[in-house]
């Protein structure tokens, strides 16, 4: 487990990928005095690590968001605290799909978010607004003004290198184009993603963006089946996890 403070009371977890794999996981604390907030909790081995760092530094979880509700960023409620949890009200779509019925009962937020929504914790203020693309139940958060949760809307190695889009069908293709020409206007803003590094002003996010927007519309444009090659054509970067190009055709 690496732990980052990305400013005052602004903490990032970050956890190796499984062998063989270039994914890790990220849960962001933002802490305040001995309370903190997590932004997803990843699987239970990753949470049951950061509530034993937590605790042992006397914080105590209050409240916990969830940027989406895939089973690498909901699974670690499983062990954590029963605490109020805040979701996209989109969030039995995703739990339909993904995840086995026995565990939904875990998984339930208990604050929907279904429009705009301001929350102050302490010294932070976030919004959370929903932001459907890598999937429907999706949600940014913007911390203080200088930060923006972004989920897996861009996906990173840990070592910064770009991640393929993850598309779970064809269909959603289409919306998750419409996902990042949107989250350009966030480009000043330092990006918290979901799995992988924090991407700030050192790095040319409208480059990472324009990439991924690049790969997604090659598809949408293509009345044919586009190989991973031809379909990063115009990309001047070459992603990781190639292989998740089949599953934007199935």
């Not at 003004?145 to 840990?158: A, P, Q």
Request: proline share 4%; with cysteine; glycine share 6%.
């Amino acid at each position: 487990m690496l732990k980052q403070q990305l400013s005052e009371g602004v903490i990032l977890y970050t956890f190796n990928p499984k062998a063989g794999k270039h994914v890790g996981f990220n849960i962001t604390a933002l802490i305040d005095d001995n309370k903190a907030i997590l932004i997803d909790t990843a699987y239970e081995d990753q949470a049951l690590q950061v509530y034993q760092d937590l605790k042992d530094n006397g914080i105590l979880i209050e409240e916990i968001i969830l940027s989406h509700f895939h089973d690498d960023h909901i699974y670690g409620l499983k062990v954590l605290p029963k605490v109020p949890v805040y979701g996209s009200v989109h969030y039995q779509t995703t739990l339909d799909m993904w995840t086995k019925k026995e565990d939904h009962l875990y998984f339930i937020p208990s604050v929907l978010v279904d429009e705009p929504l301001q929350l102050n914790f302490g010294r932070h203020k976030l919004a959370l607004s929903l932001f459907p693309g890598h999937s429907q139940c999706g949600i940014l958060v913007n911390i203080n003004d200088k930060y923006v949760h972004i989920g897996d809307e861009l996906m990173f190695s840990n070592n910064g290198e770009p991640l393929l889009p993850s598309i779970d069908f064809n269909r959603f293709v289409q919306r998750h184009f419409e996902s990042l020409m949107k989250l350009k206007e966030y480009s000043q803003y330092t990006l918290i993603p979901g799995h992988g590094t924090v991407i700030s002003e050192e790095r040319d996010i409208e480059r990472d963006i324009a990439n991924r927007i690049a790969y997604l519309n090659a598809i949408l444009n293509s009345s044919m089946k586009l190989t991973y090659e031809e379909a990063t054509k115009e990309c001047d970067c070459s992603f990781l996890h190639q292989g998740w190009h089949e599953n934007a055709y199935r």
